[in-house]
């Protein structure tokens, strides 16, 4: 699918693991900590992958973590500081600060958002009037991913269809800081960070990220992207695998109670149907995660893709309460995903 498309290209310099229990496949067979290494080095090398930082979860623990391979074209070993540009998990993250905004009854996920905030950017469309928060979260607005031009359009009947947006995000982030008088990143600090924990995640460019964040890969070897000086809810999240796994985890554990935050979450909003789609799959948004429907129970995953081979995914089996988050820096996303994928399932 669109926007899962995430690099890897890696020579194996640093090797820094932590094993806290047994790691099984999703078919319930053990799989060893030698085992996960040399499928880590394997694709490291036939996918070119020149870093990785990824975390498994099992049962509320991380059994498995490892970050591995370079952070520039000097060779510098990556490290467990070591972090990584998120790109669209972003999105899960600030959807989830929605949401309890939306639970404080601070805003509705089905006013129209201009009753809150009049957008000045696609004034000329009247059509944006119909746009809500849910269709925000659910990628139903009608907008483009990213304008062209730098000008907004409306592409179909806001509430009609899925399509990809970053854009209806970053409006919803200029509603949200209009009804509170706060800045966003302050609020995703309040409502995910500090309730998770999670001290390695920024959503702009410091001296901390400056110093601690793996280049990428670009057509003239490693390099990263212009800074995030401006916090942007759809993609500039700075962090690595084992903070971003404090989300994922809270998502499980919030994933059998009714009335929390994942469960408004998790409620499939619209099924997509997409032409680069395997025909088989049955994937539907929700809000902030894609659910999907699978042999092992139902999957909530998002992954994300910035500039210069930036790759990350998340994803969690409900039932099995097995997760697994990595960040790559490389450039064959999509085969390390399903290779991945396939061990995860069978060890193989």
């Known amino acids: 699918m669109k926007n899962f498309k995430i690099c890897l290209l890696l020579v194996c310099v640093c ?3 932590t094993l806290f229990a047994q790691v099984k496949t999703l078919k319930g067979e053990n799989l060893s900590a030698a085992a996960i ?4 080095a394997n694709q490291m090398d036939s996918l070119q992958i020149e870093a990785i930082s990824i975390a498994i979860i099992r049962n509320n623990k991380i059994v498995y973590y490892k970050a591995t391979g370079t952070k520039n074209a000097a060779k510098v070993p990556i490290d467990d500081k070591t972090i990584f540009e998120a790109a669209s998990m972003t999105k ?3 959807s989830y600060t929605v949401l309890n905004l939306v639970s404080e009854n601070i805003l509705s996920l089905d006013t129209p958002l201009y009753k809150y905030y009049p957008y000045p950017d696609i004034a000329y469309d009247d059509r944006y009037k119909l746009i809500t928060a849910r269709m925000v979260l659910d990628h ?5 991913n990213k304008r062209e031009n730098n000008k907004l359009t409306i592409n179909f009947t806001p509430g009609t269809k899925f399509d990809y947006s970053g854009e209806g995000y970053e409006y919803l982030s200029q509603v949200i800081e209009h009804l509170t008088g706060k800045k966003i990143d ?4 309040k409502y995910a960070f500090d309730k998770m924990s999670m001290k390695n995640a920024y959503l702009t460019y410091n001296d901390y990220v400056a110093g601690h964040l793996a280049d990428g890969i670009s057509d003239n070897g490693r390099a990263r992207n212009k800074p995030y000086m401006q916090p942007h809810v759809a993609y500039s999240l700075y962090t ?3 903070e971003y796994a404090k989300f994922v985890m809270k998502l499980i554990n919030e994933s059998d ?3 929390s935050i994942f469960q408004m979450m998790s409620v499939p909003q619209v099924e997509i149907h997409e032409a680069d789609m395997d025909p088989k799959l049955r994937i539907s948004m929700g809000l902030g995660v894609f659910v999907q429907n699978t042999p092992y129970g ?7 893709s910035n500039g210069n081979c930036y790759n990350s995914l998340f994803g969690f089996w409900k039932d099995l309460k097995m997760g697994t988050v990595y960040f790559i820096a490389g450039c064959k996303q999509g085969e390390f995903a399903r290779r991945f994928d396939e061990f995860i399932t069978t060890g193989k």
């Not at 139903?140 to 483009?144: L, N």
């Not at 302050?186 to 600090?189: K, P, S």
């Not at 139902?298 to 994300?304: I, R």
């Open 240 to 242: 690595e695998s084992r």
């Open 140 to 144: 139903t607005t009608g907008f483009p």
């Open 15 to 17: 090797n820094i693991q």
């Open 257 to 259: 109670s009714q009335k």
């Open 37 to 40: 290494d040399e499928f880590i």
């Open 298 to 304: 139902l999957k909530y995953f998002h992954g994300g």
């Open 186 to 189: 302050a609020l995703m600090q």
């Open 92 to 94: 899960p993250v600030f």
